[in-house]
């Protein structure tokens, strides 16, 4: 029988699985899921990273940067092939989100959230474990990761996350996904550098949810 990759455009934790059970984990309970299984790893890939003539009615990959837009072609310093990553959370704990989108173009490749009562660096660090995760099970090992958070990028040098944030009864999934993000990173060495997005010399980074 041959292999099959599961891409989920909408899910608990919207990405590229190689396993229906894993799948499956991303879309059961979850009110409009979206997702579809394809033949090889490629296909499952370039339909995640938006094929829209294949895929127009799922695939929702949208530009989302907050005034005028940026041309980051003409910033040298920037990593052209590269994925920024960014969290947001309204108040602390609050209702927390986070995302990914490729820094060329501003398509969103992956967003998680609202989950309710949570902080700004949970948000960070499991943006940066999504971001890596994905481009390991896509057998990407060169696209750059941007973030703006120090904070996450050194839960990240320390394979686990030190965040205080209370349990409540309104936030175990944000605990399971962080004990998940933490077995992942414990377990998975990984190839593409994380950088710190400059953001006093380039603006905000691409992923930003413009809500400062």
């Known amino acids: 029988m041959s292999r099959k990759f599961y891409v989920v455009w909408k899910g ?39 094929d829209y003539e294949e895929q127009a009615g799922l695939i929702r990959a949208i530009a989302r940067h907050s005034g005028e837009s940026v041309n980051y072609e003409a910033i040298p310093e920037i990593i052209k092939d590269s994925i920024a990553v960014d969290g947001a959370c309204s108040k602390n704990p609050g209702p927390m989100e986070y995302r990914g989108v490729d ?25 940066l474990i999504h971001a890596l995760a994905f481009l390991k099970n896509t057998g990407n090992e060169t696209t750059v990761v941007y973030s703006d958070s120090r904070t996450a990028q050194s839960w990240l040098r320390n394979r686990g996350h030190k965040s205080k944030l209370a349990r409540t009864a309104r936030n175990g999934k944000i605990f399971e996904m962080l004990e998940r993000a933490d077995r992942w990173i414990q377990s998975n060495p990984y ?4 950088l710190k997005w400059d953001t006093e010399k380039w603006g905000e980074i691409p992923a930003d949810f413009d809500r400062k």
């Open 12 to 50: 608990h934790s919207p990405g590229i699985y190689d396993s229906w059970e894993e799948c499956k984990l991303q879309v059961e309970g979850f009110a409009g899921a979206e997702y579809k299984s394809f033949g090889s790893q490629e296909a499952a890939t370039k339909a995640y990273r938006g």
């Open 103 to 127: 820094v060329m173009t501003g398509a969103e490749i992956f967003h998680v959230g609202p989950l309710d009562d949570g902080t700004n660096n949970v948000a960070e660090y499991l943006a």
């Open 191 to 194: 190839y593409n550098r994380v």
